[in-house]
Nanobody
């Protein structure tokens, strides 16, 4: 399995970013897909999940209403649209389905 995340960068508070993750090596459409993040000096934390068929989407409380997770099964992609970003969203963001295999992540920095 392989995950390649992209789309991170620096943004001012209140700004937006769209993260992308290309997955390969497994039957993408058969699994829920998840975004995690690791803030500086902290452990990795769950951010959002999109179920198979995009039927259910779940978010950690601190991002609910600001982030939107989506998936494209035809292209084996998962996305995270992040709006109204806050400094506490600063982290390296990862996608996964099994929480055993991780990509290199993409850095998101939110600061004035």
């Amino acid at each position: 399995e392989q995950f390649v995340e992209s789309g991170g960068g620096w943004v001012q508070p209140g700004g937006s970013l769209r993260l992308s993750c290309r997955a390969s090596g497994f039957t993408f459409s058969s699994f829920n897909m998840k975004w995690f993040r690791q803030p500086p000096g902290e452990g990795r934390e769950w951010v959002a999940t999109v179920s198979t068929g995009s039927i259910v989407k779940e978010y950690r409380a601190s991002v609910k209403g600001r982030f939107v997770i989506s998936r494209d099964d035809a292209n084996q992609m998962v996305y995270l649209e992040m709006n109204n970003l806050k400094p506490e969203d600063t982290a390296v963001y990862y996608c996964t389905y099994n929480q055993r295999t991780w990509g290199q992540g993409t850095q998101v920095t939110v600061s004035p």
